[in-house]
Each structure stands twice: as C-alpha cells, then as structure tokens.
C-alpha cells in the first residue's frame, strides 16, 4: 500500500480494478480546508488518462508490473510470436494487443513485454532502431530549405518523415517512441 502523500511520477497504482500509472502530482495545500493531493493517472491497459484527486493519507495498493525481454519472432496474419531467450517458452499475441507498438520493430530484435499478474498489457520496442529506407522520392539537387522533409518508407513498412538528403537504400535511425528521424547510420 503506498499513501497518497508518497505519490511520484511513473510508480503504478491499483485503483478502481484498474493499473494506473501516475503522469503527474501536485501537492496543494488551500488557505482554507485540508491539503490534497491532485493526480493525473493513465490507464495502463486502454491509454485513457483521468485527473483525481486524494486526501494525503488516502492509500492505494501499488501495482508490481513485471518487464520481460523477450525477442519478436514473426507474425503469422493476425498473430505476433515472441520468445523468451533464458526459457525458450514462446507466447503469441493478437493484432489487437500489439497496436502499432511494433511498427519499427524487425523480427528476430529484442522488445519488453510489460505485465501484470501474468497478462501482457505493452510492448515497450528499443528506444532507437536502424532501418532501411525502401522506398522514398529522389531529392533534386537546389532542393535546400532549411529543415524540408519528405515521406519515406522503411523496411518494416512504417512511414517515416525524412531530410531531403536521404536516399533510398540508405539506412537510418528513427526514434521509436515519437517515430521521427534522427540520423543517418
């Protein structure tokens, strides 16, 4: 159990048979009445995020959420394989589970797979990846605006927003949690 005066950004609540994870928490205490606690909480499973508010000694149960690496196998229409290295145990996940979590993943790379109580909820993809470019326009030689991008597409299939420069063939690191371009490998 963790008290609400003891809240902190990132731990991870059980409330309302939801997993919360705390985004951000402000202390205040009024001229008059007793001091709070206000919360911003997301929703662990769904993504949705709600603003609550506790009295300091009010106490939630805190969430353990297990990461494991696992490595993504294939996918097999709307099934994704993923193994675990020290158990060589496989799991399979729907698309529906998976979202777009592994649009810039390759198969055979290491993911963490989050949980809690043994069902999977997210899939946390390498921070950066390098990818090749397979298809994107040529750039003209004049074509210098300062930061002008143009769309590109990568090997796993995900649309990318690159610089002028970038050639197809070429390959790139993207950042996979905003899905920008970051450099050239």
Same mark, same amino acid.
């Given at each position: 159990?963790?008290?609400?005066? !003891?809240?902190?950004?990132?731990?991870?609540?059980?409330?309302?048979?939801?997993?919360?994870?705390?985004?951000?928490?402000?202390?205040?205490?009024?001229?008059?009445?007793?001091?709070?606690?206000?919360?911003?909480?997301?929703?662990?499973?769904?993504?949705?995020?709600?603003?609550?508010?506790?009295?300091?000694?009010?106490?939630? %149960?805190?969430?353990?959420?297990?990461?494991?690496?696992?490595?993504?196998?294939?996918? !097999?229409?709307?099934?994704?394989?993923?193994?675990?290295?020290?158990?060589?145990?496989?799991?399979?996940?729907?698309?529906?589970?998976?979202?777009?979590?592994?649009?810039?993943?390759?198969?055979?790379?290491?993911?963490?797979?989050?949980?809690?109580?043994?069902?999977?909820?997210?899939?946390?993809? %390498?921070?950066?990846?390098?990818?090749?470019?397979?298809?994107?326009?040529?750039?003209?030689?004049?074509?210098?605006?300062?930061?002008?991008?143009? %769309?590109?597409?990568?090997?796993?299939?995900?649309?990318?927003?690159?610089?002028?420069?970038?050639?197809?063939?070429?390959?790139?690191?993207?950042?996979?949690?905003?899905?920008?371009?970051?450099?050239?490998?």
């Amino acid at each position: 159990m963790i008290s609400a005066g !003891d809240f902190r950004n990132g731990i991870t609540i059980e409330l309302d048979n939801n997993i919360y994870q705390i985004i951000e928490f402000q202390h205040v205490k009024p001229g008059k009445g007793a001091a709070f606690v206000r919360t911003k909480l997301k929703n662990i499973k769904d993504g949705g995020v709600v603003e609550k508010t506790f009295r300091p000694t009010e106490k939630c %149960p805190q969430a353990r959420i297990d990461r494991n690496e696992m490595q993504y196998l294939y996918n !097999d229409g709307d099934l994704y394989y993923f193994m675990d290295n020290t158990t060589y145990e496989q799991i399979a996940l729907g698309a529906e589970e998976i979202g777009d979590s592994l649009k810039f993943v390759k198969e055979n790379e290491m993911v963490k797979m989050c949980s809690h109580n043994g069902n999977v909820f997210a899939i946390e993809p %390498p921070l950066s990846v390098e990818l090749e470019v397979t298809d994107t326009e040529p750039g003209f030689k004049g074509d210098t605006a300062t930061g002008a991008t143009k %769309p590109a597409i990568v090997e796993t299939g995900a649309k990318v927003n690159v610089p002028l420069f970038v050639e197809q063939g070429e390959k790139i690191k993207i950042d996979t949690r905003t899905g920008e371009y970051l450099s050239r490998v």
